[in-house]
């Protein structure tokens, strides 16, 4: 009997003890949470500070870019002053074809041979290497269709250069460039 009431004695002494403890518990909890809230409300704090730190600098940023435009303006407008031409001259020459330099043009009447015929018009190395570029750029879209740009880039790239050598090559043959030595 002196047992049973002795532990029934410690058992109530442990049941008042493990209320105490959950009382602190509860209040320590409740005070976790305002520390918890207070923290929360310094990141706020501190989130609105940079917020507002770089509404300032990009209003500087456009101040000064605007500042920068007007500076161009005024040097611009200072530095080109409008010039009047008051007469102009045509001036007309006339290249003689000479046959003995092997095809070429005479430079200002001299039979000085200069090794090349005239250059005119698009050559046919930069002909070939704009359709190269496109057609190789559609065919490398056509081709790669998990990512269309990137084949594309591929293709024209390669489409480019090969157009570019056919283009030379002719370009040798027809003499507008010198062949290869």
């Known amino acids: 009997m002196k047992r049973i009431m002795l532990t029934g004695l410690v058992s109530v002494f442990l049941l008042t003890a ?3 403890d959950d009382q602190i518990a509860e209040k320590s909890l409740e005070q976790q949470k305002i520390e918890f809230q207070m923290r929360q409300l310094e990141i706020e704090k501190q989130k609105l500070a940079i917020e507002k730190e770089k509404m300032a600098y990009e209003t500087q940023k456009k101040v000064d870019s605007i500042a920068e435009v007007q ?3 005024t040097a611009a407008a200072a530095t080109s002053s409008p010039k009047v ?3 102009t001259r045509t001036v007309y020459r006339d290249r003689n074809y000479n046959s003995g330099s092997n095809g070429s043009y005479a430079n200002n009447g001299s039979s000085a041979s200069q090794g090349t015929t005239q250059k005119r018009g698009m050559s046919k ?3 070939g290497t704009i359709i190269g570029t496109v057609g190789g750029a559609a065919a490398g879209a056509l081709i790669s269709r998990k990512n269309r740009g990137l084949g594309a880039v591929i293709g024209g790239v390669v489409g480019g250069a090969t157009g570019y050598t056919i283009g030379r090559s ?3 043959k027809d003499g507008r460039v010198t062949p290869r030595n």
């Open 71 to 73: 500076r161009a303006k």
């Open 125 to 127: 190395a930069a002909k």
């Open 18 to 20: 493990c209320k105490k």
């Open 85 to 87: 031409i008051r007469e």
């Open 170 to 172: 002719q370009d040798r």
